[in-house]
């Protein structure tokens, strides 16, 4: 039997906002096994932050999970408490925000902020907080941690920040790291160095991770499973080697036509045409319709289902079903 470490069944989170309710998850589902890397891409508004943040339950004041379920460890945590998700939360999960300025407090020390962490989900208190604080930044690669730990993130580079919110995020040893964009207001050296860090730790300390991203080219080498989402709703979903060598939704190949790579260097970029999707105002057929060069009649009015197109890949396209009644009127043939 799989063992998963977090399931997400059915999920469908809401905002209640003066325009109407925004239903920006819409039936999205899941699993994570222990030790794997799983990613979640889209642009903005796709629903993967939301997603993340309904698995912490985090969510802004005006939304809420409307159903569905997030079980951890085979309990559903949608039915916690307050209390049990504050112990959830750091102990059993934690995330990584894609700004760390906006995220350590500036009045604080990066000390200070470490051992708050440290001392709300673990026995450690005074001078063992400090050295576990001290121990964790030099896990990640903090230069002279114990000069950092009496320094103001004002400070600290972007980099080293984001190594402080890494540091935090791991020092009560969760089960499942979430990473919402944790390298986009990072330069590209520091980007990929924070992703080497990120790697080498999941692999030290065994945890899952999710990885929050709008690139899919960040991702590339980290994932063993890529969730594409659009529109509140998973299109696609695979191993890497499949969403990148046999893309299946159109959406997809959109994203992946508009990363630059070393075979089409001299080529000029492709964007994907049109706005993201209006989810006050969602089609009925598929989401990415309005924007799709190869839509047909039955997008615009029928959601497509999840076909699976091998093992290791599904997608929620009807160009799949097209191609597949076309190979089967061939061989009919």
């Known amino acids: 039997m799989t063992d998963y470490v977090l399931q997400v069944k059915d999920l469908h989170t809401e905002f209640t906002t003066d325009n109407g309710t925004v239903k920006a998850v819409n039936g999205v589902s899941f699993n994570l096994e222990k030790g794997k890397v799983l990613g979640i891409v889209g642009e903005s508004g796709s629903g993967k932050s939301v997603t993340a943040y309904s698995i912490m339950q985090i969510l802004a004041g005006n939304g809420n999970i409307a159903s569905g379920e997030v079980l951890f460890k085979g309990e559903d945590i949608t039915k916690f408490s307050e209390a049990q998700m504050a112990s959830f939360r750091g102990r059993c999960c934690s995330i990584i925000f894609q700004d760390p300025m906006t995220s350590l407090n500036p009045v604080y020390t990066i000390g200070n902020q470490l051992e708050e962490a440290i001392t709300l989900h673990t026995d450690k208190r005074g001078k063992d907080a400090t050295a576990r604080a001290i121990e964790m930044l030099e896990l990640v690669g903090v230069n002279e941690p114990t000069k950092r730990v009496k320094q103001y993130p004002h400070e600290l580079s972007g980099g080293m920040r984001q190594r402080v919110m890494i540091a935090?995020?791991?020092?009560?040893?969760?089960?499942?790291?979430?990473?919402?964009?944790?390298?986009?207001?990072?330069?590209?050296?520091?980007?990929?160095?924070?992703?080497?860090?990120?790697?080498?730790?999941?692999?030290?300390?065994?945890?899952?991770?999710?990885?929050?991203t709008h690139d899919l080219g960040v991702i590339a080498e980290m994932c063993d499973e890529i969730i594409v989402m659009?529109?509140?709703?998973?299109?696609?979903?695979?191993?890497?080697?499949?969403?990148?060598?046999?893309p299946c939704h159109e959406y997809t190949k959109g994203l992946l036509r508009s990363i630059p790579g070393v075979h089409n260097m001299k080529e000029r970029l492709i964007p994907i045409a049109g706005t993201p999707i209006n989810v006050l105002n969602m089609p009925k057929g598929c989401a990415f319709c309005p924007r799709c060069d190869a839509a047909m009649k039955v997008c615009l009015t029928e959601m497509p289902e999840e076909l699976l197109i091998n093992e290791n890949h599904k997608a929620s396209c009807w160009q799949n079903v097209k191609k597949m009644m076309m190979e089967g009127g061939a061989a009919n043939d």
């Not at 300390?205 to 990885?211: E, F, N, P």
């Open 168 to 212: 935090m995020a791991l020092a009560c040893e969760p089960d499942i790291l979430i990473a919402d964009e944790p390298t986009t207001a990072l330069d590209v050296t520091i980007q990929a160095q924070i992703l080497e860090l990120m790697q080498d730790l999941q692999k030290k300390l065994g945890m899952a991770i999710i990885m929050v």
């Open 230 to 246: 659009y529109g509140g709703r998973v299109c696609e979903r695979g191993t890497a080697d499949e969403i990148f060598y046999n």
